[in-house]
């Protein structure tokens, strides 16, 4: 065994991140650019595939029931096949999807295009916080995940202008721009799976890239981590969904989803409804604005939660605050108060995340937690369906997008409630700090 000083032991553990965090980081933008850009795609794919406000809703959500069925199998192989192998998989297959998507003639085309694009994409998050697991240390782990997760409404952030700006911009071969949004948005996960195999390497012991004195002891502390964590007794999914507290907390996740899911894939078409003068490009620039303004508030406030090492109270908070907002957002007929209502929700809805998904360890054993965790995660991805399907069966009913919103309030309310009234056993609270939190989508 190589030693290796305090100062070689922080530059390791630095080292390791530069290599791996960017990489994965860039991956899951490019995972959440293939899933969310049919919100900007709408606004011409709508009327050129004649799709109705309901067909648009149903083809947003029927990715998260591929997702769903597809999940629990898709992390079966993963454990056979190996992480790197896996990812690079799940990417290529997705890309393939993405891109054929831009070929649809039809909506039933578009249904089981975004189907498969779930059933491709299915797996990809757990896998990542598998392979994050053969580097990083249980202490490092809540921190190098949360970074990665940060990717999500950086997503957004940059998808708004770039898909917009591709759409109003790109028509090569009298093609229309939404086709081609596609097309180029699925290419950097083709790129990404290829350099999986590359790039990424499956274990420390085939790390190349580190000194020998580097892996030994990064082969020693993981080994020293799993002895520390006792045995945990194995708690199976199907008894997991039985059990009344995971159940409450996924409806509690289900709800924040279905609020995240139906603002997020109907932002643009609300945005545009502003002003029949706005070109998609200026669309794109102003749902920019909600999406950094969450980002900067999530940060603060899972810090705050973190300092207080207080999670109930910091989970439920931000789904009063989205609620009030979406209430305000629908109700109200100035574009400029509408933008910052919704700037508002989504920064309660992003707030929301880091905080809950350190409450199941508050009373639930650490040996059960992992499990529900999953189930929960997979429970509540189904709002992921019902919320972008809701806001379009409400509008194809003769309303307008507006009353979907308050319908999603109304569902934040039920899922503030729920949150505030949990029952914790605060002696617990002090094990929750880097436990399992951010572990979601």
């Given amino acids: 065994m190589h030693a290796i000083t305090a100062i070689d032991e922080r530059a390791t553990v630095r080292k390791i991140g530069w290599r791996i965090i960017p990489f994965v980081f860039i991956l899951y933008i490019v995972s959440y650019l293939d899933r969310a850009n049919i919100g900007y795609a709408a606004l011409q794919m709508n009327t050129e595939l004649a799709l109705s406000s309901e067909a648009f809703g149903f083809a947003s959500g029927i990715f998260f029931i591929g997702y769903f069925l597809f999940e629990v199998p898709s992390n079966v192989l993963l454990n056979k096949y190996g992480a790197r192998v896996w990812i690079a998989r ?176 109907w932002m643009p078409q609300i945005i545009k409804g502003f002003s029949k003068s706005l070109s998609h490009t200026q669309v794109g620039l102003i749902a920019m604005v909600p999406y950094l303004f969450a980002t900067i508030v999530m940060i603060r406030w899972s810090r705050s939660s973190d300092r207080r090492n207080e999670r109930r109270l910091h989970s439920a908070i931000p789904l009063a605050v989205s609620a009030v907002a979406l209430l305000g957002a629908g109700l109200s007929t100035n574009p400029y108060v509408s933008i910052t209502m919704i700037s508002l929700s989504l920064a309660g809805l992003y707030s929301f995340k880091s905080p809950f998904w350190a409450l199941p360890t508050l009373f639930l054993t650490r040996s059960t937690a992992a499990v529900s965790i999953a189930v929960i995660n997979s429970v509540g991805n189904l709002g992921g369906f019902v919320g972008p399907f809701a806001i379009g069966y409400i509008k194809g009913s003769g309303h307008s997008a507006t009353h979907g919103l308050l319908f999603l309030a109304a569902l934040l309310v039920a899922s503030f409630l729920m949150t505030f009234f949990i029952r914790v056993d605060e002696r617990n609270t002090a094990e929750t700090t880097g436990a399992v939190a951010n572990h979601s989508h």
């Fill in 90 to 265: 799940i990417l290529i297959t997705w890309g393939i999807v993405s891109i054929a998507s831009a070929f649809v003639q039809s909506a039933n085309q578009l249904y089981v295009l975004r189907f498969l694009l779930g059933v491709a994409e299915a797996g990809f998050f757990p896998g990542i916080i598998v392979y994050l697991t053969y580097w990083f240390r249980a202490k490092e782990l809540a921190t190098t995940v949360a970074l990665f997760t940060a990717a999500i409404p950086i997503s957004y952030v940059i998808g708004a202008p770039l898909s917009t700006w591709v759409m109003d911009n790109v028509h090569w071969f009298a093609w229309s721009g939404w086709r081609w949004m596609l097309v180029l948005e699925g290419a950097p996960a083709l790129i990404g799976g290829f350099m999986c195999f590359t790039y990424l390497t499956n274990r420390p012991q085939d790390a190349k890239w580190l000194e020998p004195k580097e892996r030994d002891w990064l082969l020693n502390e993981l080994e020293n981590d799993r002895k520390a964590r006792p045995d945990a007794k194995h708690f199976g999914s199907l008894k997991a969904m039985a059990n009344p507290k995971v159940l409450y907390l996924s409806f509690i996740y289900f709800v924040y989803q279905c609020g995240s899911l139906g603002v997020g894939y």
